[in-house]
């Protein structure tokens, strides 16, 4: 209950941020539409950053990969005798 209460306010908070920058457009356009950029930013790289960070995101993910393997652990079965 407290977390849609919560969800209801932010979407609340959202809307009139949004009102307020859209009244604020008409008396200041260059801010309205820092204020909406900064809100989605668009990133740019050229290939050679694109490759070098993709190699890091692969590299950190192996050792990941690798450091939380769990040890497996022998089990024993354990004998039926029938009587």
């Given at each position: ?35 909406w ?6 990133y740019?790289s ?38």
């Amino acid at each position: 209950m407290f977390h849609s209460w919560m969800a209801d306010k932010q979407e609340q908070h959202e809307m009139y941020h949004d009102y307020g920058t859209f009244v604020g457009a008409f008396s200041n356009p260059d801010m309205a539409q820092k204020i909406w950029d900064s809100k989605d930013p668009q990133y740019s790289s050229t290939d050679e950053e694109f490759d070098e960070s993709s190699r890091n995101v692969m590299e950190i993910g192996k050792q990941l990969a690798t450091a939380s393997r769990p040890k497996h652990r022998r089990h024993r079965r354990r004998k039926v005798l029938n009587k």
